[in-house]
């Protein structure tokens, strides 16, 4: 490899590694944003369920048990909610580092033979291990059937 390819295999390598972190950040955004809009949709049709329950109420009496008894539903299904939402969040996480994780270690093999030093360890070969440890170490604490007691009630 001639020193005149140097930069541009440099310049190259580092564009490569922009649109992978873009293209991260925007996938990890629109799996937020799809599960902003599910628990949304949720949110609207148990308020819907509500108002026809208020609607049925045949008396005062029945009308005014609505309110604690949609307490205790609402209760129940924001519990669980969060749960899913923890899980969603760490799964998330962890597949947008891992993808980063990628990304980076792409970056250092081209990063490495672009300047001609294909044997060389590079002093950041490890940068995101730990850093993704925590976040499989969290979604194997968060794993369906380990918090399967916390909402029974």
Not at 74 to 85: E, I, M, T
């Amino acid at each position: 490899m001639s020193n005149e390819t140097i930069p541009l295999n440099l310049f190259k390598a580092n564009l490569e590694l922009q649109l992978r972190l873009q293209r991260l950040v925007q996938e990890n955004g629109q799996q937020w944003l799809e599960n902003a809009t599910r628990a949304g949709k949720d949110g609207i049709a148990e308020s819907g369920a509500e108002i026809e329950s208020l609607l049925k109420a045949q008396n005062w009496q029945e009308l005014a048990t609505l309110p604690a008894q949609a307490f205790w539903r609402q209760f129940q299904h924001h519990v669980g909610g969060a749960q899913a939402l923890t899980q969603v969040a760490i799964k998330n996480q962890t597949s947008f580092t891992q993808g980063l994780q990628k990304a980076i270690q792409d970056w250092q093999k081209s990063v490495t033979q672009a300047v001609g030093q294909g044997d060389a360890v590079l002093p950041f070969q490890d940068i995101f291990k730990q850093w993704g440890a925590v976040w499989a170490s969290a979604q194997d604490k968060e794993a369906p059937g380990k918090t399967g007691g916390r909402n029974a009630g």
